[in-house]
Structure formats: C-alpha cells, structure tokens
Nanobody
Framework: QVQLVESGGGSVQAGGSLRLSCAAS????????MGWFRQAPGKEREGVVT???????RYTDSVRGRFTISKDNAKNILYLQMSSLKPEDTAMYYC????????????????????WGQGTQVTVSS
C-alpha cells in the first residue's frame, strides 16, 4: 500500500502557473506507475498524465505542452508543473499509484489505480 498526500493547489489567473506535489510513502519501490488525475464539477474523473519508472510519460491532449510530470525519487515526491493555465483546468487534482506490474500505466484508466491521495483544488480564473 502507498499513502499519497497532495499539496500545492490554489487559485491562479489564466495564463499563470502552479506546481502540485504528491508526497508518497509506504511500499513505493513496487509502484513504478504513478499518475495525476482531475475531476471538475459535473464531469467524470479524467486522466491527466502518468509516468512509469521515471521514463515513459503519457499526457492527455488537453494538457500536453503545458503540464509536466516529474519525480524526486530521493524525497518520494511526484510533481505536476502546470503552466499556461486555463479556466477549463479548474478541477480537483488527485495523484494515484497503479498496482505492481502495471506496465501500461494508462492515464485513461483511472479505475486501474489502487491508491489515491485526498486531492488538491486548482481554480483558474479568467
């Protein structure tokens, strides 16, 4: 089991930037697949980006080129750097860990992720 705690959310004007952090603890060594997801009011939970073994990354089209996922392995922190933020990015953002051996690490399959943080709210105003 992996415990995840997000932070770094807040309110920002359109075009601004935020960096979200996800502190991980527990059996992190066996969880190479990590991801960020978001859910806006009235919408389904959406995969934002995943990273597998600090190498393979997959971004959803709406954030590609604006968001960047990274990890600090020494501190067990997963980051989501968000720039050029748009009002449509407004959502609750969650980090999650996939099960051991989840090689596909697919951000479009949130149901495959087994450990979730509590979420951090991102609000982008125009």
């Amino acid at each position: 089991q992996v415990q995840l705690v997000e932070s770094g959310g807040g309110s920002v004007q359109a075009g601004g930037s935020l960096r979200l952090s996800c502190a991980a603890s527990g059996a992190t060594d066996s969880r190479p697949c990590m991801g960020w997801f978001r859910q806006a009011p009235g919408k389904e939970r959406e995969g934002v980006v995943t990273i597998y073994s600090d190498a393979l990354t997959r971004y959803t089209d709406s954030v590609r080129g604006r968001f960047t996922i990274s990890k600090d392995n020494a501190k067990n922190i997963l980051y989501l750097q968000m720039s050029s933020l748009k009002p449509e990015d407004t959502a609750m953002y969650y980090c999650a860990a996939g099960p051991p051996g989840y090689y596909s690490c697919d951000a479009s399959r949130p149901g495959n992720f087994m450990d979730w943080g509590q979420g951090t709210q991102v609000t982008v105003s125009s």
